[in-house]
């Protein structure tokens, strides 16, 4: 049996919070003094935290540019790894056609995490304001 799935992409976006900013630093400030997380941080990341404005507006203008109805973008937008991860599987085999597929079985779709580029793109806008 042939099953199709249409092109999806996803973004995982950790701006759950109310501050993404406030996130970002935490994160940042753990692995920089935690050793078990220390091998996470480079350079990089660290030039990267001055430019997260421009980043967060580079991918606002992809998002707009490139979605479409034959190409759609998902958003996955979360904090908690396990609740995002489970709505990511269940948007996927939502998506899928195969035999014996039980909606029950793969549970509902977190509409706060799972979301169109749209939706992500009206999100902000409100949280701007």
Known sequence: MKSALPMMAFICSNSGCRSG???RLKRFHDRR????KIWKLSPVDLEALSRWADYSRARDVMLERSDSAHAPWTIARFNDKRRGRLNVIRTVLDKLTYENKDPNAIGDIDRKIIMSASEFLALKEVDAA
């Open 33 to 36: 003094h935690d050793p078990l």
């Open 21 to 23: 900013a406030k996130c």
